[in-house]
C-alpha cells in the first residue's frame, strides 16, 4: 500500500522563478492539504483540496496555487519566488473533507537563492 | 495569541524517566486533537489523536484532553532515546470547513 508520495524530494531555484512540486496521496484518500514548514517552526497550513476544489486557504499570498486531478494527485505551484520561500513543503492526504488523521509525505526540500 | 501554544523546549529528560508535553489551543470549538512526532530531517508521524476530555493510553503513550482549559497533553512513559524527536500538537480548528492547525513543536531529548 502506497503511502503519500512527493516529488521532488529537493529543489533549488532563484528567486522570481516559479516551481510546481506533486503530491500523490495514500491509496484511498481523496483529500490533499500543503504545509509549508520552515526551520524549526510548525507546519504552516496553505490550502485544502476535495473533489477538485479548493476548500479551505490559509494566510498565504496569491502566489501560492494549486490543483487537483481527477485522480486525487496535487500540485502546488508557487510564483515569483522569494528568498523567505524556503521551507519543507509537505504534502497531506486524508479520507473525506474532514482534515483529520493526516499522513504526510517525505516533503519536498525547496531552497530558493 | 498563537492559535497553537508549545514550549519549544528542548525538554531533557533521563531514560526511564516520564517525559510531558504540554499545548495550548485558542478555538474554544475545537472536538479533535492529535500529537505528531517529527523525527529531524523527515515529515511528521502522527502518533496519538483524542476527542473527548480525560485521558487516553497507547502504549507508551497517553494523551490528556482538558476542554475547558483548551489544554491538551501527551505523557510518554520509559522514554527511550529513540523518542528523542520533536512533538507537534495540532488542533482542528471549527468553522466551515475544518483545517488543522500545528504548534511550533517541543522538541524532546532522551539522554542514556
Known amino acids: 500500500d502506497a503511502g503519500v508520495t512527493q516529488s521532488p524530494t529537493h529543489l533549488i531555484k532563484t528567486r522570481g522563478q516559479q516551481v510546481t512540486l506533486r503530491c500523490s496521496p495514500k491509496s484511498g484518500h481523496d483529500t490533499v492539504s500543503w504545509y509549508q514548514q520552515a526551520l524549526g517552526q510548525g507546519p504552516q497550513f496553505i490550502f485544502q483540496?476535495?473533489?477538485?476544489?479548493?476548500?479551505q486557504r490559509g494566510n498565504f499570498p496569491d502566489r501560492f496555487s494549486g490543483h487537483q486531478f481527477p485522480n486525487y494527485s496535487s500540485e502546488l505551484n508557487v510564483n515569483a519566488l522569494l528568498l523567505g520561500d524556503s521551507a519543507l513543503y509537505l504534502c497531506a492526504s486524508s479520507f473525506g473533507d474532514s482534515n483529520e488523521k493526516l499522513f504526510f509525505g517525505s516533503g519536498t526540500q525547496l531552497s530558493v537563492l | 495569541q498563537k492559535e497553537v501554544e508549545q514550549n519549544s523546549g528542548p525538554l531533557s529528560v533521563p531514560e526511564g524517566a516520564i517525559a510531558s508535553l504540554n499545548c495550548t489551543y485558542s478555538d474554544r470549538g475545537s472536538q479533535s486533537f492529535f500529537w505528531y512526532r517529527q523525527y529531524s530531517g523527515k515529515s511528521p508521524e502522527l502518533i496519538m489523536f483524542i476527542y473527548s476530555n480525560g485521558d487516553k493510553e497507547d502504549g507508551r503513550f497517553t494523551a490528556q484532553l482538558n476542554k475547558a482549559s483548551q489544554y491538551v497533553s501527551l505523557l510518554i512513559r520509559d522514554s527511550q532515546p529513540s523518542d528523542s524527536a520533536t512533538y507537534l500538537c495540532a488542533v482542528l480548528f471549527s468553522g466551515g470547513y475544518n483545517k488543522l492547525i500545528f504548534g511550533a513543536g517541543t522538541r524532546l531529548a532522551v539522554h542514556p
Open positions: 483540496y476535495y473533489e477538485e476544489e479548493e476548500r
